[in-house]
């Protein structure tokens, strides 16, 4: 009868497939996305999260890792320091701050930085906390989650990084004046008044830094992460404990050497939620119900491809 038409081979192949459901098309067929749509045709939003939850199956790279931290400390430090330092306008918002904070009747600022100030060892302690500890133990826990968690460790970055982005919209939008430089406060700069150094924002340092990006604290922020992360996913007890110890002393710290209101640690809290709501969107999962381990497929991914590629393929071995 001759060789049979395209038309007459492609249900031939059909077919033949559906009735030999162990046969590998059957199981590319079943492996098709509705409507025979490839993975080319995905919005974009869906394609972006696959993508970004695809990043547990393997380990990021630590040379990768190392230079994008350095970059975008890099980037968030040069935006920091080029917000606009309006002084009337962070001085305003300072005082409308402070009066906020009288209304609540949580306005106590002024008593615990006069009261700490009078222990001389205890205030210079805490000036040298400020300045050091923000970064050494958020590093510190960004080099553990690396070793001890990286099924975890790029959502927790994410985390962190879309905490501090919106930061600095908060510094750009809000200046904000920090207690010890508000105009008529009454406030103790601690770090001039002992003499040691504990904040770019005094000393010869100052001329470098932002005086008035208060608003939202990152030390609150920063510091509420790294606890978290060890309360969460330390094994002993007292290592649980200490993770929520830190966020509480640092939170002490920024109060009594006035370096913020209450209210600028709030802001911190807020940002900070918002970037664990982003990796939950991200990774489906909170990020600390994730696999400590990343997931290594197996077994390959079965291929989507347009139903017509295939065709030839069972034509000819049928033939």
Not at 13 to 23: K, T
Not at 30 to 59: K, M, Y
Not at 203 to 210: F, I
Request: aromatic residues 12%; positive net charge.
């Amino acid at each position: 009868m001759g060789e049979p038409t395209e038309i007459q081979r492609g249900d031939a192949a059909r077919a033949d497939a559906a009735h030999d459901g162990g046969s590998e098309a059957a199981r590319a067929s079943t492996a098709r996305q509705p409507e025979g749509a490839t993975r080319a045709a995905q919005s974009r939003t869906a394609a972006l999260r696959n993508r970004v939850r695809d990043q547990r199956r393997s380990p990021p790279r630590i040379w990768f890792e190392l230079a994008l931290i350095g970059i975008s400390y890099w980037l968030y430090s040069i935006v920091r320091n080029a917000v606009p330092e309006q002084e009337a306008v962070a001085q305003r918002n300072a005082r409308w701050i402070w009066d906020l904070e009288h209304h609540l009747g949580i306005a106590v600022e002024h008593s615990i930085n006069h009261a700490v100030d009078s222990v001389g060892w205890l205030i210079t302690g805490m000036n040298y906390y400020y300045a050091t500890l923000h970064f050494i133990i958020t590093i510190g826990v960004l080099v553990w989650l690396y070793r001890s968690h990286p099924g975890r460790y790029v959502a927790a970055r994410t985390v962190l990084f879309v905490t501090t982005g919106i930061a600095l919209v908060g510094f750009y939008f809000f200046p904000l004046a920090p207690p010890r430089l508000m105009t008529g406060g009454g406030f103790i700069d601690t770090v001039q008044a002992h003499h040691t150094w504990g904040s770019f924002a005094s000393g010869p340092a100052a001329h470098v830094s932002n005086l008035y990006a208060a608003m939202p604290s990152m030390h609150i922020g920063w510091s509420m992460w790294c606890g978290l992360a060890i309360f969460f996913l330390a094994r002993r007890t007292w290592v649980r404990v200490l993770g929520l110890m830190y966020p509480l002393a640092t939170l002490t710290v920024i109060i009594s050497t006035a370096n913020h209101f209450w209210m600028d640690a709030v802001g911190g809290e807020i940002c900070l939620t918002v970037g664990f709501l982003t990796a939950r969107w991200l990774y489906h999962e909170w990020v600390y119900k994730l696999p400590q381990v990343p997931a290594r497929e197996t077994t390959d991914r079965p291929v989507t491809v347009p139903e017509q590629w295939s065709e030839p393929t069972v034509s000819s071995a049928r033939r």
